[in-house]
T-cell receptor, first 111, second 115 residues
Framework: GQQVMQIPQYQHVQEGEDFTTYCNSS?????IQWYKQRPGGHPVFLIQ?????EVKKQKRLTFQFGEAKKNSSLHITATQTTDVGTYFC???????????FGQGTTLQVKP | DTEVTQTPKHLVMGMTNKKSLKCEQH?????MYWYKQKAKKPPELMFV???????INESVPSRFSPECPNSSLLNLHLHALQPEDSALYLC??????????????FGQGTRLTVV
């Protein structure tokens, strides 16, 4: 079945450094969503990408969807301690409507 | 109101107990979900309700029994659980589960410990 792989699993950065997490699917995705989960919290929707090659920005966060719609990335510029948490990509399995999460990348930011 | 409310926030239960988790949303969403999340793992889909009918059961053991009394409420009835069922149980809702251009709103979860 469709799998959504995410790397790296963990990332420790110094405050002010950049951070990137990558998401890869074994099959073409209709769209991809990104969620953030703070320690002890619940997943919170960040953004959805639908079009091939799409790039969206939210302040210091840049999201990309690959041309083949099989991969995506989230890049954070100049990380802050408030960026700490686990970032999940999520895609729908085929046309089932089942939202499947990647393994997540946990970001630690040292002040 | 863009909240999904889950109660209780924490629950400790014995393996012979019967308990229920509750979830409520007032966003008019017609799809509601139960996810299970173990520590340092992604959420795993358990059940999907669409228009108050069970649409997806991801081969979840029968000791977990979902119920959707109306379009705003979702329950998860627990009976004879095992210690390995201890996890964070997340409820989520979205406008419609077959619409893949819709975001999911998650509740804060119930942290369940089975002793």
């Amino acid at each position: 079945g469709q799998q959504v792989m995410q790397i790296p699993q963990y990332q420790h950065v110094q405050e002010g450094e950049d951070f990137t997490t990558y998401c890869n699917s074994s099959t073409t995705l209709s769209n991809i969503q990104w969620y953030k989960q703070r320690p002890g919290g619940h997943p919170v929707f960040l953004i959805q990408l639908v079009k091939s090659g799409e790039v969206k920005k939210q302040k210091r966060l840049t999201f990309q969807f690959g041309e083949a719609k099989k991969n995506s990335s989230l890049h954070i510029t100049a990380t802050q301690t408030t960026d700490v948490g686990t970032y999940f990509c999520a895609g729908f399995r085929g046309n089932t409507g089942k939202l499947i999460f990647g393994q997540g990348t946990t970001l630690q930011v040292k002040p | 109101d863009t909240e999904v409310t889950q109660t209780p926030k924490h629950l400790v239960m014995g393996m012979t107990n019967k308990k229920s988790l509750k979830c409520e949303q007032h966003m008019g969403h017609r799809a509601m979900y139960w996810y299970k999340q173990k520590a340092k793992k992604p959420p795993e889909l358990m059940f999907v309700y669409s228009y108050e009918k069970l649409s997806i059961n991801e081969s979840v053991p029968s000791r977990f029994s979902p119920e959707c009394p109306n379009s705003s409420l979702l329950n998860l009835h627990l009976h004879a659980l095992q210690p390995e069922d201890s996890a964070l149980y997340l409820c989520a809702s979205s406008q419609a589960w077959t619409d893949m251009n819709t975001e999911a709103f998650f509740g804060q979860g119930t942290r369940l410990t089975v002793v």
